[in-house]
């Protein structure tokens, strides 16, 4: 086999001009999949990170049975009561994945500043417990002012666009009103504790958080629509979800129970828009390096017609001779690889040294772009571009082991 591959070498050499433009194809091909790759683990990543931090979702969120289908309609019957809400979080806390569970309720409303009043839709969270959902998120998107606290049940946080528009900040007054949960109009007085960016244009302009107990307050209940669950590890999520539900309906307590991939829409949305993109640039890349491939090859059983006539005469099998060009198609997809991943490790030294950002549709404020570096999809890519320029490298090689060798020797 050494001297097999030691040929095939020499013989991909003969034509240096040819063999390098099919080694940079292959290269920049491959160059071009594990970058995008590494663009979109970065965006999958943060993705995640936006949905179980940013958005407050953690990993998993109980809802009693029927919420989904009907809470709207009937939010006081489908909510969990104190005595529920105890009892579950008594339950969930004695696994040892489980870093907490906590509370929370959505509602909205009209804010005014006594001269201008518009719609507002809040989250009601336990502020110790939102602290350690959002773990270093504030760290991206730090907030303005001191935040929620417990010491404070009044003060709220409010997305920036909104105390834009009211021209508030932190430490100014508002009253906000929602209906309660009998439909009756309640009223209470608010101070902005703090001002922050929700990242998104959507709900930049609308968007607040208030303490729980405040929430209960307005909408004069002491029920939560959902208990957020939040893990040690990701990876558990699943694992987690069924070991939850499957207790929680032994202690006889209905629940319905969604994970984060399943409530972030935004999350599914771009990540199956960016599946689609890198099946279209994964395609269009295969099918450079199989022309290029069959394109080389061909033109090297071309030129050594009389070379392979030779072989054949002193003894060497079809099989032989189609072994041998398959070994320089694998070589040249092997070479071609590891060229792409110069340029991968260059495209990222160069993006990480430069730093660009850009805003993407939706976004409020500018993010960096990153590209990971898979290992992963580095070591795939590179198996398949090799059996891929290995078959590639077949078709023209089962032609020239099937000529005449009279008409091989012939050749000119």
Known sequence: MKKWMKLAARNILRN??????????????????????????????GLQTMAIRGEGLGHLTLFKAGWLEKGKLDPDRYMFSKAEIEKIMKLITRENEVILATPQI??????????????????????????????????????????????????VEMAQDLAKFLNLAPGKDSVVMAPTMSGQMNAMDIQVSGVFDTGTDATNDKYMRFPFAFAQSLLDTEKAEKIVVLLDDTAKTELMHSRLLSML????????????????????????????????????????????????????????????GTLRALGLKRRGVSMLFAMEGSLLGVFGSFIGIVLHIC??????????????????????????????????????LTALSLIAAIIPARRAARQNIVNALGHT
């Open 106 to 155: 959505t509602l909205s409303g009209i804010v005014t500043n006594g001269s201008i009043s518009t719609i507002f839709i809040a989250q009601g969270v336990v502020p110790q417990d939102d602290r350690t959902i959002k773990g270093g998120w504030n760290a991206f998107r730090p907030i303005q002012g001191e935040g929620l606290n417990e010491k404070k049940t009044y003060g």
């Open 249 to 308: 309906a032994k202690a006889g307590i209905p629940c319905e129970i969604k994970t984060w991939k399943e409530l972030s829409m935004f999350y599914a949305k771009v990540r199956q828009m960016f599946d689609i993109f890198f099946l279209f640039v994964f395609c269009i890349v295969l099918v450079i390096v199989v022309m290029s491939t069959v394109n080389t090859m061909g033109m090297a059983v071309l030129e050594r017609t009389r070379e392979i």
């Open 16 to 45: 240096k001009r040819r063999s390098l433009v099919t080694l940079l194809a292959i290269g920049v091909g491959f160059a071009a999949i594990t970058v995008f790759r590494g663009y979109v683990s970065y965006v999958y990543r």
């Open 347 to 384: 495209a990222w030294a160069i993006i990480k040294v430069v730093a660009p950002t850009y805003t993407y549709p939706g976004s409020s404020s500018p993010v960096p772009l990153i590209i990971d570096i898979v290992p992963l999809t580095l070591i795939g890519l590179m198996c398949c």
